[in-house]
């Protein structure tokens, strides 16, 4: 062979080797490098710069902004730094969500400014000074405080920015209060991401800010009110959110709408808590004529001296936010109000703006601002070490069982767990889908169905001692599986998110469907119809179904056992008027024993119980430890009761991911558990078994874990089971404190965090890499594929000789092909259904996704979303008055 020809294929070889070799590297560490993306503190400044940028994601109308500091470094307290954004003009864009990236222990609270022209195109500059945000009037559109979780707004509603906003950019403020925590002299990248979409938006949102300017707080005066009000003359909005802001010295902040004489609450709340934007009263809107009014309660207690209202950590503020959408026709995205209201007014406001929300101790102390709480955090430990002296002697603790199951299950992402009455495990799991930020659109319709239904088994019956299958089912039936539970005839119930539907299927491998509540593919708030539906509970008694809805609706749904409406509830309080709703009821357990009903609100991180019969609020759970995510519960009714629950990644707060059994009757965590060997990724359900067997389904890692402990005792899982009675168990549960490895990680949220398709890296893996690893690695890849270049010389020489009766074709589009072939859609994952379904005359029935396990922090590059579940935006309530 010519050694001109013979070169071309070794050329061909040698880049491929590097290419395969490159992408390995890729995949190898993609988790590392998202955490490393996420961190506030950069020593690079450069590196928080190249993050303020546009990200395109899978749907070409929707990208994201992630405005970051630069990298900078406070010099005094009180510094209020600013940078700009230019937003493009070429055409409208609408801002969807917030995501706050900041930590308190870093920022005191941070501001997000629309204008037309900054005062500044540096990176960044001083605008606590004369200087400002803006030349032009600034409009507020977002504000965080106190560790604030993410902002959601309603569906169909959005910021306008852009073209005919007369907004072309966006200022960041952020207020760095005590700067001790940058005595190491690190940078700082905290800032917001910004979700946004090119589609028209039919209702735009806006902020009215009611401000008090002149209020002087007395020193040791108990209580001391800033009162504002204006009239209101322009077209009608629509509060959907409210946000209180003061500094040490608030107690409580009300905002009203008054009309005709009478006060209506908007939203009332201890600007102590974190000052997020909490959902407002659905049932007022605000029309010309009415008054706008909002009170904030001070003491003075504890202070030598007058304080005023200011900008730095010892003056205070009296804002109240009021976040609203209205028609676009007549959209004005700012409005303020800084008039005191007039004494005859504020003495007819209702008797609640006058009483402080109680906030516990231990919250009071965590949300104190930075650097007052470090003899708090001091007795805590102390405390918590008294604790685990204490426990460390008791003899229950759940621990995994790493041998099980013995065999590998082939699970797509878990999202269910149930017991049949046989006493099996059932397993949930959505086979080769996943749940990305692309698969539903801003009115949470499923944006997939051209792929058609799971092909794979979805439903897998195994058994509790080896985890071996026994039964298996649900082909062709499922588009996005989320809870399963099983009813005294076994029975299936089943959510499925993408069909907004609950389903009643057989357990008998036949897959009938005996039942279907909902309709398909129709998302809705009436009593006929669901949106993303998450779990179902059965009382075993009348049969009665139980539906926590959902992503959307923030309800729960009552029917009979033959699928007739009952009645719905939202969520519940000992103070009505301090009523937090639903924010993602995400699992239901029914208590035989209690005849209650318990739910896992998932984003307000709490359980909450309710009478089955009438819906009537019981109780509330909630808990430091859950890190504001409570993802799944089980109950059993040994004893007075456990609850079992697991919690979920917080965007805003760092807090391990575990399981944790709790005393009913007296809400104390008794014990906590996680796995030994690997961490949970995104623990989603969780299940108890008659012998005391725990078992936790985890969507992140497509895996089940299993955790035991010598003493047994009855239980029962969420429906249908019998309790079986051991005479010699001890319903005794204690706790024995383990130490956490607390990692360092990022995720997210709405279930709102992307499942990858990747293996977990192994712990060596995650240590900091050694330049020039990857070379050895291309050198052996090389060697490998001499045998291949020796074929394909043979090959070419022959076709030569033949005088061209085959071809070998070359071409890059022919090795990119065959490479995006055999990754299929699964970046990174060898999945070999996508890649003979490629072909004519292949099925891809038998050739599932290989990989069964990977970390819920790698996205591939149609940037999915930071959370695994993308949570639908609530709809927006209807005009009332």
Not at 275 to 284: G, I, L, M, R
Not at 571 to 593: E, T, Y
Request: with cysteine.
């Amino acid at each position: 062979m010519p050694t001109g020809m013979m070169g071309v294929p070794v050329f061909c070889v040698l880049v491929l080797a590097f290419i395969c070799n490159s992408h390995s590297r890729e995949i190898q560490d993609p988790l590392d490098r998202f955490e490393r993306s996420q961190k506030d503190i950069l020593s690079d400044p450069s590196d928080c710069v190249s993050r303020t940028k546009q990200q395109v994601f899978t749907n070409s109308h929707n990208f994201s902004l992630d405005i970051r500091m630069p990298g900078v470094v406070p010099t005094g307290a009180d510094t209020y730094l600013c940078t700009a954004f230019p937003l493009p003009t070429s055409r409208d864009a609408y801002i969807v969500d917030f995501i706050p990236r900041a930590s308190m222990d870093t920022v005191h609270h941070m501001l997000l400014f629309g204008c037309q022209t900054p005062v500044s195109t540096s990176s960044y500059w001083d605008c606590g000074s004369v200087q400002g945000t803006c030349e032009d009037e600034a409009s507020i559109m977002y504000a965080w405080a106190r560790n604030a979780p993410p902002t959601r707004l309603p569906r169909d509603v959005g910021f306008k920015v852009g073209r005919n906003s007369g907004m072309s950019h966006l200022v960041l403020q952020i207020h760095y209060g005590d700067v001790s925590a940058f005595k190491d002299h690190h940078r700082d990248c905290s800032g917001v991401t910004l979700r946004m979409t090119s589609k028209l938006q039919p209702f735009i949102a806006g902020i009215y800010l009611l401000m008090s300017v002149d209020t002087v707080i007395l020193p040791g005066k108990r209580v001391t009110n800033a009162d504002m009000a204006c009239e209101y003359t322009s077209y009608p909005i629509y509060p959907f959110a409210f946000r209180t802001h003061t500094h040490r010295l608030g107690k409580v902040v009300s905002g009203y709408r008054i009309r005709d004489g009478k006060w209506n609450l908007i939203g009332r709340q201890s600007p102590q808590l974190p000052q997020a934007f909490y959902p407002a009263n659905e049932e007022v809107n605000v029309k010309y004529g009415d008054t706008i009014a909002a009170r904030c309660v001070f003491t003075g207690e504890g202070r030598t001296s007058k304080t005023y209202i200011g900008g730095t950590s010892d003056d205070e503020m009296c804002n109240f936010y009021i976040m609203y959408y209205m028609d676009s026709k007549h959209a004005d995205p700012y409005m303020s109000c800084m008039e005191s209201g007039s004494r005859d007014l504020f003495q007819h406001i209702p008797a609640e703006a006058n009483v402080p929300i109680a906030v516990s101790p231990v919250h009071m102390n965590s949300m104190m601002h930075m650097g007052h709480s470090t003899d708090h955090q001091d007795n805590q430990l102390l405390l918590d070490k008294n604790k685990a002296e204490q426990v460390l002697d008791q003899d229950y603790h759940l621990e995994q069982v790493s041998a099980w199951p013995q065999s590998s299950l082939q699970l797509g992402q878990v999202s269910g767990l149930a017991l049949d009455s046989d006493a099996n495990l059932v397993i949930f799991h959505r086979g080769d889908h996943h749940w990305g930020e692309g698969s539903f659109n801003s009115q949470a319709r499923y944006e997939q169905r051209s792929q058609g239904p799971i092909q794979q088994s979805t439903i897998l019956v195994v058994d509790l001692s080896k985890g071996n299958i026994l039964k298996a089912s649900g082909r062709d039936m499922f588009y996005m599986p989320h809870g399963i539970t099983t009813d005294k005839e076994n029975n299936y119930w089943v959510t499925d998110v993408a069909l907004h539907q609950v389903l009643k299927v057989s357990s008998d491998g036949r897959d009938r469907l005996l039942l279907a509540l909902g309709e398909p593919f129709t998302p809705g708030s009436d009593n006929q119809h669901f949106c993303q539906p998450t779990d179902v509970a059965v009382d075993t008694e009348t049969g009665a179904i139980f539906v926590s809805d959902g992503y959307c609706n923030n309800r729960i749904l009552k029917f009979s056992a033959e699928g007739k409406y009952l009645s719905h509830w939202g969520a519940g309080s000992s103070d009505r008027k301090r009523r937090i709703p639903f924010q993602i009821p995400h699992s239901l357990v029914f208590l035989p024993d209690r005849q209650e009903v318990c739910v896992a609100d998932r984003d307000n991180g709490r359980i909450q119980c309710f009478i089955a019969q009438t819906g009537e609020f019981i109780k509330e759970i909630k808990k430091e430890e859950f890190g504001g995510q409570v993802f799944a519960i089980a109950y059993s009714p040994a004893g007075d009761g456990f609850i079992f629950a697991v919690n979920g990644e917080s965007p805003y707060r760092s807090t391990p991911l575990r399981g944790f059994v709790i005393d009913y009757s007296t809400m104390d965590i008794v014990d906590t558990f996680n796995p030994e060997k690997k961490e949970f990724k995104m623990p989603h359900d969780i299940v108890e078994s008659s012998d005391g067997s725990v078992f936790v389904g985890d969507a992140g890692s497509k895996s089940v874990f299993k955790f035991t402990s010598e003493k047994l005792h009855r239980s029962v899982k969420k429906a249908g089971i019998e309790v079986q009675e051991l005479d010699e168990i001890e319903a005794f549960v204690r706790t024995k404190v383990r130490s956490e490895h607390n990692m360092s990680k990022t995720a997210a949220i709405q279930e709102k965090q992307t499942v990858s398709l990747q293996p977990e890296p192994q712990e060596e893996e995650k240590k900091k890499p050694i330049r020039g690893q990857g070379v050895l690695p291309a050198i052996i890849t090389t060697l490998l594929l001499v045998p291949l270049l020796l074929v394909m010389s043979v090959g070419v020489f022959v076709c030569w000789r033949k005088n061209n009766a085959c071809e070998v074709k070359t071409e890059p589009s022919s090795v990119g092909g065959i490479l995006g072939r055999i990754r299929g859609k699964a970046v990174g994952g060898l999945n070999l259904g996508n890649f003979f379904a490629s072909h004519k005359g292949y099925s891809r029935q038998g050739f599932d996704q290989l990989s069964t396990e990977g970390s819920d922090q790698e996205r591939n590059n149609s940037s999915d979303s930071e959370n695994e579940e993308y949570s639908a935006l609530p709809v927006p309530p209807a005009s009332s008055s």
